[in-house]
């Protein structure tokens, strides 16, 4: 299969074509356009042209083409969930759960685009503001560049491509090299729900060269980012006077308190820590678990984590497969192999096999480790004790990240002081910190990243607020 450019509302040729292979058996999936500097500067040139018919268009009509993506992708919600599972060796469980997240996340995108609306302002309130009658209006901002990683390769597309559509904005959409095909599919979508030609364009290819290209063009108005924070910084400094939005990366962390039933949480503990491979950006990479229940936590951690299938992604039962690169399978080894060498102890896992690491659990892990203190990214989780809830929250905030973290507690005293004291974008009490529906602000803090998704605050970052104020004396 050989999978073009989708520019100006067609497929297009690109000059040179690279290899996409399925991360879990290496089978060739598909010959992918590599975009030239000129393709990236036709998709803004189309972009920059569709945006005037965007920013005219009502917002009927805008949310009925976003209706319109959703029911396309009930309808054929089992090829989505294979086209995850190929390209991104998602097992088909979670493939198919991100597939009806997406589709929530455009159904929420069309409740927006009919509830888009600023505010009237007290102007008499200040000494001479009287004789006045002023509202805001928002606008869209124009053109705006998404660029996407390959860990949500339907749902993180659809957090940028569906507010920005929301709000009347056009879009230049560069996904993950690894996981192109889910994001050609969703522009087949958007041109058979009636976009205009122009108003999504999906460009491939390397991404330091399609992104230097985007970060130099003054046609853009904003840049939608999600990935690494390596990629996120280099971004944030190039952008000039573009606003920009970063969803970067974290080692997530969860506080398990003295007197939680631990048969109530640990299965979903090991599914916030171990789901998709920890290729989750809000994975469980940190357990600090109360001295009094450390040892039954560990050892009903372990034999849950046990029960994990390990295998074909495509299989029904599979909970695990392969990572998305053998040389990510590689710097898990090694990440691994120093905490060893350190003072770690390690439970289970810590074998790799071809594309598979499997879910491996460590005890006493020095913070030092990077497998503690960086993102890992991978099927590894570490477990520590606590005995005092202040140093259980020191040791969460001893990250150069903050996302989100969880708290499982009984005591509604230690609840509110890690809500209040947890330096992240969102605690979550009882709760994993992996949980995130659609709709809900989600952003991180310190490393993770600047501005929020969920789409009535992007929405917010991708409009501009317009004053109006008429002189009625
Ligand atoms: P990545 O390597 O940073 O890539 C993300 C995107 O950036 C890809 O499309 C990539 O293209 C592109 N890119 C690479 N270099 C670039 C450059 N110099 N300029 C512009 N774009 C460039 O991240 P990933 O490995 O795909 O994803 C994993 C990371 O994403 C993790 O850190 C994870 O925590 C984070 N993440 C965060 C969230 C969140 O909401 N906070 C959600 C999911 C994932 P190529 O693929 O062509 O290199």
Known sequence: MKKDLWIDGEFKNASSYMELKNPYNLELLAHIGSASQEDVLSAVNAAYQAKAKMAEMPAYERAEILEKVAHLLKTEREECAELIAVEAAKPLKAARAEVDRTIMTYTFAAH?????????????????????????????????????????????????????????????????????????????????????????????????????????????????????????????????????????????????????????????????????????????????????????????????????????????????????????????????????????????????????????????????????????????VSINRFTEMDEAINLVNDSKYGLQAGIFTNDIHKALKAAKKLEVGGVMINEIPTFRVDQMPYGGVKMSGMGREGIKYAVEEMTELKLISFKTE
């Open 112 to 380: 927006e685009a009919r509830r888009i609306h600023g505010e009237t302002v007290p102007m008499d309130g200040a000494p001479g503001g009287q004789g006045r009658l002023a509202f805001t209006i928002r606008e869209p901002l124009g053109v705006i560049a998404a660029i996407t990683p390959f860990n949500f390769p339907m749902n993180l597309v659809a957090h940028k491509v569906g507010p920005a559509i929301a709000a009347g904005n056009s879009v230049v959409l560069k996904p993950a090299s690894q996981t192109p095909l889910s994001a050609y599919k969703i522009a087949e979508y958007f041109h058979s729900a009636g976009l205009p030609a122009g108003a999504l364009n999906v460009i491939t290819g390397s991404g330091n060269k399609i992104g230097d290209v985007l970060m130099k063009d003054n046609r853009i108005k904003m840049i939608t980012f999600t990935g690494s924070p390596e990629v996120g910084s280099y971004i944030r400094e190039h952008s000039g006077l573009k606003r920009v939005t970063l969803e970067l990366g974290s080692n997530s962390a969860l506080i398990v308190d003295d007197g939680v039933v631990l048969d109530s949480v640990i299965p979903r503990i090991v599914n916030g820590a171990f789901a998709y491979q920890g290729q989750v950006c809000i994975s469980i990479q940190r357990i600090y678990v109360h001295e009094n229940i450390f040892e039954g936590f560990v050892e009903k951690f372990v034999s849950e984590t046990k029960n994990l299938k390990v295998g074909n992604p495509l299989e029904e039962d599979t909970d695990i497969s392969a990572m998305i690169s053998r040389g990510d399978v590689q710097r898990t080894k090694e990440w691994v192999g120093e905490a060893l060498n350190n003072g770690a102890q390690l439970r289970v896992g810590g074998r790799a096999e071809d594309g598979i690491f499997q879910p491996t659990v460590l005890m006493n892990v020095p913070s030092s480790e990077k497998v503690s203190c960086e993102e890992v990214f991978a099927p590894v």
